[in-house]
């Protein structure tokens, strides 16, 4: 191993994650979120396709009052947490950059 090799690190564990929630993480200097709906989660980066801006106001809230859609605090633009596509807003046919995951030993993993 080289001193530029970096070591595979878990982003988080799954218990962090409310089975319907969401929370903000910082992962090697890159603004992320994950989004758990029950047993999937899916990470985006914290950056809504429309202003560039973080998507929440408070932290670790990127979801809408119902928490099964993901929502820009800045102009109220709705997206799919499955596919991070904008279904309602100004960005509507955009998408948030989706960063691959999956679920080993209850830990949250970036591929």
């Keep these: 191993m080289t001193n530029n090799d970096v070591l595979p690190a878990p982003l988080c564990q799954l218990d962090e994650l409310p089975l319907y929630g969401s929370k903000g993480f910082h992962h090697r200097g890159q603004a992320l979120f994950a989004v758990r709906q029950g047993e999937q989660v899916f990470v985006y980066e914290n950056r809504c396709p429309h202003r560039g801006v973080p998507l929440e106001w408070v932290a670790d809230q990127f979801l809408d009052s119902s928490n099964r859609l993901i929502q820009c605090a800045t102009h109220g633009a709705l997206f799919l947490p499955e596919s991070g596509e904008c279904v309602a807003g100004p960005c509507a046919g955009q998408s948030l950059q989706q960063r691959p995951c ?10």
Excluded: F
């Excluded at 999956?102 to 591929?111: A, F, T």
């Design 102 to 111: 999956y679920i080993r030993d209850q830990q949250v993993w970036l591929d």
